[in-house]
């Protein structure tokens, strides 16, 4: 499975219709300890750019947007009691929530706009 | 480093070349170019502040030595009475006060810290106001006071339990001071004024020194083991939770010290019937307001769930945002109280602690509850 990524520091994974979303350990290492985390409420349909999830420091929240196309199908349900997994282990355990893609055409065209990990690498330098 | 409003260059502190060596990531702050926090981050650093102890730069904020013309030290005190409502004159040699800085309306230009040095006074004003403050009190009392801008002094903070224990070994006459005391002394060789003070709710000392001294000072507190680097945002975090307010965000010019409620830091000489009652800008406005009650109180908020509820979010009474009754104006996550802390303005019928409000979050609504200030209970050294 490929994982692709964001200039807005999301990564997504695709396996069939269903979408899988989390921040970069670069965007985890910048927000520092994260103190809560939620996403919209299941069955939201969200284009590619929506916001779909928050996350909180002590500090600030930041919104985490939807890297292709989908409603939500989940949210990661482990996070509300440990947010700083997301911090620990932002591109596994710490992932956020889930995508339906409903339109798997339009789901090309919009992988072929994110990055792989090594554009993504030279991107945050 | 700019400052993204305005693109002029940012000013440094003495201790710059310090945090760039401790690892830090800086944020623009009041001109300055300032520690958001080290490498152990935010949580980390709030909560060793709490535990043992934490050093802090603040020496961004703006540091007045204000001498009487006649050589009195009590012509000083009863001309800041004039700008102040605070009682300066009864303050006695080597002790510290809060106070305000009011403006014609009753509204605070600025909260400080002020201190009877036996022959001047100590005044430590916020950064964003330091010059302002200065010309203030200037025009008003010029004719009575020189106001010296101390600005390129160093202000080092250090908080917590552990506190005393480090300074004390460099330090000889730290640890006899009680909270509010204020003592011109020496940290090893080097000339210091210190004050048993800060802003965390923890014992602690701030320190005022020379720049060229600072990273001196610096070093030798980072030296001891139960010293971490304590940048702005746990600075933040830990006066939230001490429900110490922040100029700019609780306090303004529009909000005065009744709504504030920060009348503890006008004394009963100062207060209606007291024997120098009023006599400060916007002092008629305040004793109206005494007398008659405001539209707006601060108090401090609970919320129930984990969401953060931030600067700015309106304040409800009901749960589907139809009434509004407030707004907060600071708030954070509490990493000792390990639940998010707030502060904020309502209308007084709705500020009794216990009472459920709404804040809104994102389009929603979340339940908080008014709440006792500070959330960490103070730990001062009376």
């Known amino acids: 499975m490929a994982t692709y990524y964001t200039k807005s520091h999301e990564w997504v994974r695709i396996d069939g219709d269903i979408a899988t979303v989390g921040i970069t350990r670069h965007a985890a290492d910048e927000l520092g300890e994260l103190v809560f985390v939620e996403a919209k409420d299941a069955g939201v349909e969200l284009k590619q750019g929506d916001a779909a999830a928050v996350v909180e420091s002590v500090k600030a929240a930041s919104d985490i947007y939807a890297p292709v196309s989908g409603s939500i199908a989940g949210f990661n349900s482990r996070l509300t009691d440990e947010p700083t997994l997301v911090s620990n282990d932002s591109e596994g355990e710490g992932w956020i929530f889930k995508l339906k893609i409903d339109d798997s055409e339009a789901l090309s065209a919009e992988l072929s706009g994110l990055m792989d990990q090594d554009s993504y690498a030279a991107q945050i330098g | ?382």
């Open chain 2, 1 to 382: 480093m700019t400052d993204p409003s305005t693109d002029a260059p940012l000013k440094q502190t003495p201790l710059h070349a310090l945090h760039l060596a401790l690892g830090v990531r800086m944020v623009p702050f009041a001109g300055y170019e300032m520690p958001l926090q080290y490498k152990a981050g935010l949580m980390a650093e709030h909560l060793h502040t709490r535990r043992k102890a934490g050093l802090f730069d603040v020496s961004h904020m703006g540091q007045l030595k204000i001498t009487a013309r006649s050589g009195s030290n009590a012509d000083a005190a009863t001309a800041l009475e004039t700008l102040i409502p605070a009682d300066v004159l009864s303050l006695g040699a080597g002790r510290q006060r809060y106070g305000l800085l009011t403006n014609e309306d009753g509204g605070i230009c600025d909260d400080l810290m002020f201190a009877n040095m036996g022959d001047w006074f100590y005044v430590v004003v916020n950064a964003a106001c330091k010059d302002a403050d200065a010309d203030r009190i200037e025009a008003a009392i010029g004719n009575r006071v020189t106001v010296e801008r101390c600005f390129d002094r160093a202000l080092l903070a250090l908080q917590g339990p552990a506190a005393e224990a480090v300074l004390a070994p460099i330090c000889p006459d730290a640890a006899a001071m009680r909270f509010m005391d204020v003592r011109e002394t020496r940290i090893m060789d080097t000339p210091v004024i210190i004050s048993r003070s800060g802003y965390t709710g923890e014992d602690g000392f701030e320190i005022s020194v020379a720049a060229k001294d600072a990273e001196h000072v610096a070093d030798a507190l980072l030296a001891n083991e139960n010293v971490l680097p304590v940048g702005l945002g746990a600075r933040d975090s830990l006066r939230l939770e001490a429900g110490l307010c922040l100029y700019g965000s609780d306090l303004d010019t529009t909000t005065s010290p009744v709504e504030a409620s920060l009348m503890w830091s006008i004394q009963k000489a100062r207060k209606p019937g007291g024997s120098r009652a009023g006599g400060y800008p916007g002092a008629g406005e305040v004793e109206a307001q005494l007398a008659q009650g405001t539209q707006r109180v601060r108090v401090g908020l609970q919320a129930t769930g984990r969401a953060p509820v931030r600067g700015g979010a309106p304040l409800f009474a009901d749960p589907n945002g139809a009434t509004q009754v407030g707004v907060v104006t600071s708030g954070a996550f509490g990493p000792s109280v390990d639940h998010p802390v707030a502060m904020g303005y309502v209308a007084p019928a709705h500020a009794g602690t216990g009472m459920p409000l709404y804040a809104e979050l994102r389009g929603r609504f979340v339940p908080v509850t008014v709440a006792a200030l500070p959330f960490t209970p103070a730990r001062f050294k009376r």
